[in-house]
């Protein structure tokens, strides 16, 4: 099936921050040196034991790492294939995987002496996760946030007001979360000695998508060794939902050449993907394009210009995915799907009957194929499927649209 | 290979003073307007015109420019209709340079191969584009040299010593630089930071050097003039073009003068400059 691929799926990306075509540094020039600098650094603390054991003593300590490897025995009575299981990266401190991410670059934000950190959000997880990590160890910290989402997600600002950061509503373009990133990128041209930039998904200008995968690869870790003492050996196949793909990849990546292993990505397929410029599925609706640092599969019109997309879920509504899927896609160790709307509501509200589990909209898309992919399988089929973060964020939004249940 | 931008620069030389570079969005507030602005340049003092391709995403530029590229991308702006109001000027000016700035998508999109043919066709002599670094150079850069468009490179006060030569390598044309880290449209550039930069700019290079960034009037022109080779102004222009707006963001009567005098006056001070030293 696989002509011509790589020796190994998991050596990317290359020393330039490719992804086969996908990656890359394009940035303006005042940022370039900041990369550079990040890159260096980054190789140093990757290197030194004792930055790694101070990131393992947070997971531990702090966000409550390992999170569990749940059998989800009533989904898999319902779907009558596969047996399901539920990484339980929701039970994480702050509600999501996003500060797997967020610890690893706030330590080595504080290495390299920057005490000035800047994120960007949309739903508001990776800015909720970030102001925590800034009041942990006393940094200032600038949350950019589309105007659009501030209004739809105000819980999370106020979490994030709460915790001492400050949330900058974005009013350019069409105020969502690529304009919230174009802010950060705006702020960061401007104040370059003193700021780190915390990006929350596996995207932007390379060492970023390297570097946050990395982070996010405790996911895909524990799960290996979660199975392999549950089941005794390596699960059949893996599901998660992808917006800009950093839950996903931190799952998959571990797993990449394990020939046995299938790998599913769930993009958002908002009103459906035969709708124009209705859904938020790069991959299944974009072309390659540069944004945001990387080359990677966008939504754009012909000429170039980048589409809003739209998603029910706030933190898959992106136009773009990060450069690593994209080359996963291309070279087909991975297998993109896509759930609309729709599909994940009923997907929510079933495991929340089912399971008890009231899961994020993300990750309420990965189910939905769950149920599908499961159903299609024999009953000693290992399946699993990332719960990247809880839905307490999204219950006012899901009881809207569901008529106020 | 000599360029429109290389003869203009050797011109100035010879005359003793700096070029304004002056910089529009294609297709504000509208594309006829945006013509008439573009051939009214020269006559206002323009040496060399940069044209702004609008990208719905210009994450190195400030609200002023911004504005700009929605405002031409809703009146039906494009890359097509870049490449043809440059061609629609050419055919009336022969001699003023043109310069395309912008960011890769619109071109990586339009594609590399077939944008610099269409644009040598048109008439464009330079490309500006913000999110190409030296390290991506095989993207654009290299193949624009073989076509013969110059690639002007973006230097900035991150841009140290070490790094220079890399952002020199492959540029012609001229050399801008950013006198502050920032976005467009930020805050006036310290003067005596600008001549040292540009000082050092020239211990590496034989290019002229352009200063940008926080040019709003013929006094801030005329004080980097005499330090630098060429004054770039962009949103400035783009603010005096928006007050001259109606309230739906539609040109006036008032639209063309707003920006040729301004021109006028920074024109005026760039001349005055070398003057003032002489």
């Given at each position: 099936?696989?002509?011509?691929?790589?020796n190994?799926?998991?050596?990317?990306?290359d020393?330039?921050?490719?992804?086969?075509?996908?990656?890359g540094?394009f940035?303006a020039?005042?940022?370039?040196?900041?990369v550079?600098?990040?890159?260096?650094a980054?190789?140093?603390?990757?290197?030194?034991?004792?930055?790694q054991?101070?990131?393992?003593?947070?997971?531990?300590h702090?966000?409550?790492?390992?999170?569990p490897?749940?059998?989800?025995?009533r989904?898999?009575?319902h779907f009558?294939g596969?047996?399901?299981?539920?990484k339980?990266?929701e039970?994480?401190?702050t509600?999501?995987?996003?500060?797997n991410?967020?610890?690893?670059?706030?330590l080595?934000?504080?290495?390299?002496?920057k005490?000035?950190?800047?994120?960007?959000?949309g739903?508001?997880q990776?800015?909720?996760?970030?102001?925590t990590a800034?009041?942990k160890?006393?940094?200032e910290?600038?949350?950019?946030?589309?105007?659009v989402?501030?209004?739809?997600?105000?819980?999370?600002?106020f979490?994030?007001k709460?915790?001492?950061a400050?949330?900058?509503?974005?009013q350019?373009?069409?105020r969502?979360?690529k304009?919230?990133?174009?802010?950060?990128?705006?702020?960061?041209v401007?104040?370059?000695d003193?700021?780190?930039y915390c990006?929350?998904?596996?995207?932007?200008?390379?060492?970023?998508?390297?570097?946050?995968?990395?982070f996010?690869?405790?996911?895909?870790?524990?799960?290996?060794?979660?199975?392999?003492?549950a089941e005794?050996?390596?699960?059949d196949?893996?599901?998660?939902?992808?917006?800009?793909?950093?839950?996903?990849i931190?799952?998959?990546?571990?797993?990449?050449?394990?020939?046995?292993?299938?790998?599913?990505?769930?993009?958002?397929?908002?009103?459906g993907l035969?709708?124009?410029?209705?859904?938020?599925?790069?991959?299944?609706g974009?072309?390659p394009?540069?944004l945001?640092?990387?080359?990677?599969?966008?939504?754009m019109?012909d000429?170039?210009?980048?589409?809003?997309?739209?998603?029910?879920?706030?933190?898959l509504?992106?136009?773009?995915?990060?450069?690593?899927?994209?080359w996963?896609?291309?070279?087909?160790r991975?297998?993109y799907?896509?759930?609309t709307?729709k599909?994940?509501l009923?997907?929510?509200?079933?495991?929340?009957?089912?399971?008890?589990?009231?899961?994020?909209?993300?990750p309420?898309h990965?189910l939905?194929?769950?149920?599908?992919l499961?159903a299609?399988k024999?009953?000693d089929?290992?399946?699993?499927m990332?719960?990247?973060g809880?839905?307490d964020k999204?219950?006012?939004?899901?009881?809207?649209?569901?008529?106020?249940m | 290979?000599?360029t429109?931008i290389d003869?203009?620069f050797?011109?100035?030389?010879?005359?003793?003073?700096?070029?304004?570079v002056?910089?529009?969005?294609?297709?504000?507030p509208?594309?006829?307007t945006?013509l008439q602005?573009i051939e009214?340049?020269?006559?206002?003092?323009?040496?060399?015109?940069?044209?702004g391709?609008?990208?719905?995403?210009?994450?190195?530029d400030?609200p002023?420019?911004?504005?700009?590229?929605?405002?031409?991308?809703k009146?039906g702006g494009?890359?097509?209709?870049?490449?043809?109001?440059?061609?629609?000027?050419r055919?009336?000016?022969?001699h003023?340079?043109?310069?395309?700035?912008g960011?890769?998508?619109?071109?990586?999109v339009?594609?590399?191969?077939?944008?610099?043919?269409?644009?040598k066709?048109?008439?464009?002599d330079?490309?500006?584009v913000?999110?190409?670094?030296?390290?991506?150079d095989?993207?654009?850069?290299?193949?624009?040299?073989?076509?013969g468009?110059?690639?002007?490179r973006?230097?900035?006060?991150?841009?140290?010593?070490?790094?220079?030569?890399?952002?020199?390598t492959?540029?012609s044309?001229?050399?801008?630089?950013?006198?502050?880290n920032?976005?467009t449209g930020?805050?006036?550039?310290d003067y005596?930071m600008?001549?040292?930069?540009?000082?050092?700019?020239?211990?590496?290079?034989?290019?002229?050097?352009?200063?940008?960034f926080g040019?709003k009037n013929?006094e801030n022109a005329?004080a980097?003039?005499t330090?630098?080779?060429?004054v770039?102004?962009g949103?400035?222009?783009?603010?005096?073009l928006?007050r001259s707006?109606?309230s739906?963001?539609?040109?006036?009567?008032d639209?063309?003068?707003?920006?040729?005098?301004?021109v006028s006056?920074?024109?005026?001070?760039?001349r005055?400059a070398r003057?003032?030293v002489?």
């Amino acid at each position: 099936m696989l002509q011509d691929h790589p020796n190994s799926f998991r050596s990317g990306p290359d020393d330039t921050g490719h992804f086969g075509m996908f990656g890359g540094r394009f940035v303006a020039e005042t940022l370039m040196p900041l990369v550079l600098d990040l890159e260096k650094a980054y190789a140093a603390a990757k290197a030194d034991p004792a930055y790694q054991a101070e990131l393992d003593h947070l997971a531990t300590h702090y966000v409550g790492r390992p999170s569990p490897l749940y059998y989800a025995q009533r989904m898999t009575e319902h779907f009558g294939g596969a047996k399901i299981y539920f990484k339980r990266d929701e039970l994480n401190h702050t509600g999501a995987h996003k500060i797997n991410n967020v610890l690893g670059q706030i330590l080595l934000a504080m290495r390299m002496g920057k005490k000035r950190i800047i994120a960007e959000t949309g739903a508001g997880q990776h800015g909720v996760a970030t102001a925590t990590a800034c009041a942990k160890y006393g940094l200032e910290c600038i949350v950019y946030m589309g105007a659009v989402d501030v209004e739809r997600q105000a819980p999370n600002v106020f979490r994030m007001k709460m915790l001492g950061a400050t949330v900058v509503p974005v009013q350019s373009g069409a105020r969502t979360l690529k304009d919230a990133m174009n802010e950060a990128l705006r702020d960061w041209v401007t104040n370059v000695d003193s700021t780190f930039y915390c990006i929350g998904t596996a995207a932007g200008p390379h060492p970023y998508p390297m570097m946050v995968r990395d982070f996010q690869c405790v996911i895909g870790n524990e799960v290996r060794e979660q199975m392999m003492a549950a089941e005794g050996r390596l699960p059949d196949s893996l599901v998660a939902a992808i917006g800009g793909g950093s839950n996903a990849i931190g799952l998959f990546h571990p797993f990449l050449d394990d020939p046995s292993v299938e790998i599913f990505g769930v993009e958002a397929a908002g009103h459906g993907l035969a709708e124009p410029n209705g859904h938020a599925a790069s991959l299944a609706g974009g072309k390659p394009g540069v944004l945001h640092g990387n080359r990677t599969y966008l939504l754009m019109d012909d000429d170039g210009q980048i589409l809003e997309g739209h998603s029910i879920s706030a933190g898959l509504d992106y136009p773009g995915i990060g450069p690593e899927h994209a080359w996963l896609r291309d070279v087909g160790r991975v297998k993109y799907l896509s759930a609309t709307d729709k599909e994940a509501l009923d997907a929510f509200q079933l495991c929340c009957r089912l399971e008890g589990i009231i899961p994020a909209l993300e990750p309420a898309h990965a189910l939905a194929k769950v149920g599908e992919l499961a159903a299609q399988k024999p009953k000693d089929h290992l399946m699993v499927m990332n719960m990247c973060g809880r839905g307490d964020k999204d219950i006012f939004n899901v009881a809207e649209v569901l008529g106020g249940m | 290979m000599t360029t429109r931008i290389d003869k203009r620069f050797g011109e100035l030389r010879t005359e003793g003073r700096a070029a304004l570079v002056t910089f529009l969005m294609c297709g504000d507030p509208d594309l006829a307007t945006s013509l008439q602005l573009i051939e009214a340049l020269p006559g206002a003092g323009a040496d060399v015109i940069e044209i702004g391709m609008p990208f719905t995403d210009p994450m190195a530029d400030g609200p002023s420019i911004q504005a700009a590229g929605l405002r031409a991308l809703k009146a039906g702006g494009s890359m097509i209709k870049t490449l043809e109001m440059v061609a629609a000027f050419r055919a009336g000016n022969d001699h003023t340079p043109i310069v395309l700035m912008g960011y890769y998508n619109p071109i990586y999109v339009y594609g590399v191969e077939r944008f610099l043919k269409d644009a040598k066709a048109a008439g464009v002599d330079g490309l500006i584009v913000v999110d190409l670094p030296p390290e991506e150079d095989a993207e654009l850069c290299i193949p624009a040299l073989g076509a013969g468009v110059n690639f002007i490179r973006l230097a900035t006060p991150t841009t140290d010593d070490k790094r220079l030569p890399k952002v020199l390598t492959n540029t012609s044309g001229f050399v801008y630089y950013v006198s502050i880290n920032g976005v467009t449209g930020a805050a006036i550039a310290d003067y005596s930071m600008v001549s040292e930069a540009v000082r050092r700019i020239k211990g590496h290079t034989d290019l002229p050097v352009a200063v940008g960034f926080g040019v709003k009037n013929a006094e801030n022109a005329k004080a980097i003039a005499t330090h630098a080779d060429g004054v770039v102004v962009g949103s400035a222009l783009i603010d005096a073009l928006k007050r001259s707006l109606d309230s739906q963001d539609r040109a006036t009567g008032d639209t063309v003068a707003a920006v040729t005098n301004l021109v006028s006056q920074i024109a005026g001070g760039v001349r005055a400059a070398r003057k003032a030293v002489a």
